[in-house]
């Protein structure tokens, strides 16, 4: 039961260069999600979606684009990367919530450094 | 901005002790997270409590939510060399699926 799938999981890239961070779901969730965790600032939501062919901004959404072509698939792109950009990028997906709330499922993550 | 603020920011302990972290927050929520990260991987849900409940159990853990402080905690009861992780407390703030997260108690249980 493979549940969140991030790809790459490491990956070093030079300023300006672009990425796409890959993440697959196989628990045909609605919602799904992209975090960043640094040092000492916890998980920051970057963009999320509640549906195939939706897509909208979080808390920190500056410099990346994401995408939601499949239900199953998040991609999140850096179109032109940046050292603040380094981090530890966790995707993660749920079904809609209830009346009680939701629980989200996480990746593995996906670490990127830009030099 | 963080909604969630974790106190201990790091707590260690020996083995078969108890462990409680706490964690405030600023705003009205509709429910409460507790997620568990083992270093180096994803977070891992442990448990959720309604802002209408006070207590919740599951195996050897409690939690607790006060909602007039605005504060909740995690108690983990004859903690293992396994519980070693980081723990994050979540909240909805209203939306009911875009979580915010603390920054996380630092939890070192010594064999």
């Known amino acids: 039961n493979a549940g969140v799938t991030q790809t790459p999981k490491f990956r070093v890239l030079k300023t300006g260069q672009s990425m796409t961070l890959l993440c697959a779901q196989d628990?045909?969730?609605?919602?799904m999600y992209w975090y960043r965790q640094d040092p000492g600032m916890g998980l920051r939501l970057i963009h999320y979606?509640?549906?195939?062919?939706?897509?909208a901004k979080g808390e920190v959404p500056d410099g990346y684009n994401v995408s939601r072509l499949k239900k199953q698939n998040f991609l999140l792109g850096l179109e032109s990367a940046a050292p603040s950009q380094t981090s530890v990028y966790f995707c993660?997906?749920?079904?809609?919530?209830?009346?009680?709330?939701?629980?989200?499922?996480f990746g593995e993550g996906s670490w990127l450094t830009v030099v | 901005s963080q909604q969630g603020e974790e106190d201990p920011q790091a707590l260690s302990i020996q083995e078969g002790e108890n462990a409680t972290m706490n964690c405030s927050y600023k705003?009205?929520?509709?429910?409460l997270q507790w997620y568990r990260q083992n270093s180096g991987r994803g977070l891992v849900h442990l448990i959720l409590?309604?802002?209408?409940?006070r207590e919740k159990h599951s195996g050897r853990l409690r939690v607790t939510l006060d909602t007039s402080k605005k504060s909740s905690s995690l108690l983990i009861t004859a903690s293992r060399a396994a519980d070693t992780a980081s723990y994050f407390c979540?909240?909805?703030?209203?939306?009911?699926?875009?979580?915010?997260f603390g920054k996380g108690t630092l939890l070192t249980v010594n064999p």
């Open positions: 409590i309604r802002s209408n409940e």
């Open positions: 979606s509640v549906g195939e062919g939706t897509t």
């Open positions: 705003t009205s929520i509709n429910n």
């Open positions: 993660a997906s749920s079904p809609p919530p209830d009346h009680s709330g939701n629980t989200i499922y």
């Open positions: 628990m045909n969730h609605e919602y």
């Open positions: 979540a909240t909805d703030r209203g939306s009911n699926y875009k979580l915010t």
